[in-house]
C-alpha cells in the first residue's frame, strides 16, 4: 500500500507541477501587461551648454577668448593637448522623447577666433518648443504688464516712497571690529 501511495503523490506532484507550469505562461503575460500600463518616472537628464542660433550668429572672426565665452558660456570640454580648441555640447534625454545633441566646436589662432563649425542650432524659440512640458493646451501666462497694470501698481506704493527705490535697512551705528583687539 505504500508504494501505490508513494505513486499516486508522485502523480499528484507531476500534475500539480504541470498546472503550475502552465499557470507562469498565462501569469507571465497578465504581469507583462500590468507592467506595461505603468510608467515609471524618467528623470530628464540635460547636460552641457545650450547654444542658440542667435548665439552663434553673434560670433565674428577676430573676436577675444573673453568676448566669445561671454556670448557662448564657458565651454564644457578644453583640452590641455588642444589648448585652441573649446568644444561646445549640449545633450537632453527625455523619457518618451527623442534625444537631442548639438555639437559647436570653436577654433583659435593665439587669443583671437579663427573659425568655428558644427551642428546647425536651433533658434531659442525653436527650442523651447521642442520641449514637452507635457501640459498640453495649457494656458501661458501673459509676461508683459500693461500702462494701467503699472499705474496700479505705482498707485499700491506707500505715500514718500518712490515705486522704484529699494526698502532701505536702518544703517547701524555699531559695527564689530574687523581685526581682533590687541591687549
Known amino acids: 500500500m505504500s508504494a501505490s501511495l508513494f505513486r499516486a503523490c508522485r502523480i499528484g506532484l507531476a500534475l500539480v507541477a504541470a498546472a503550475a507550469a502552465g499557470g507562469c505562461g498565462s501569469f507571465n503575460s497578465m504581469s507583462q501587461r ?17 547654444v542658440s542660433r542667435e548665439q552663434v550668429s553673434a560670433l565674428r572672426p577676430g573676436m577675444s577668448r573673453l568676448q566669445v565665452r561671454d ?16 568644444d561646445y555640447v549640449f545633450t537632453i534625454k527625455r523619457g518618451g522623447v527623442q534625444s537631442q545633441v548639438r555639437r559647436l566646436a570653436v577654433f583659435f589662432k593665439g587669443d583671437v ?17 521642442t520641449l514637452d512640458n ?4 495649457a494656458k501661458v ?4 504688464a500693461t500702462e494701467e497694470q503699472l499705474r496700479k501698481f505705482s498707485a499700491a506704493q506707500p505715500p514718500g516712497r518712490a515705486a522704484s527705490a529699494p526698502a532701505e535697512a536702518p544703517a547701524s551705528a555699531n559695527y564689530p571690529p574687523l581685526e581682533p583687539v590687541t591687549r
Open 34 to 50: 500590468v507592467v506595461g500600463s505603468i510608467a515609471p518616472y524618467k528623470v530628464e537628464v540635460v547636460q552641457g551648454n545650450f
Open 71 to 86: 556670448i557662448l558660456g564657458t565651454p564644457l570640454v578644453t583640452s590641455v593637448f588642444h589648448a585652441d580648441r573649446w
Open 113 to 129: 577666433l579663427d573659425r568655428f563649425e558644427g551642428d546647425e542650432m536651433p533658434t531659442e524659440a525653436e527650442f523651447v518648443a
Open 134 to 137: 507635457k501640459r498640453k493646451g
Open 141 to 144: 501666462p501673459v509676461l508683459e
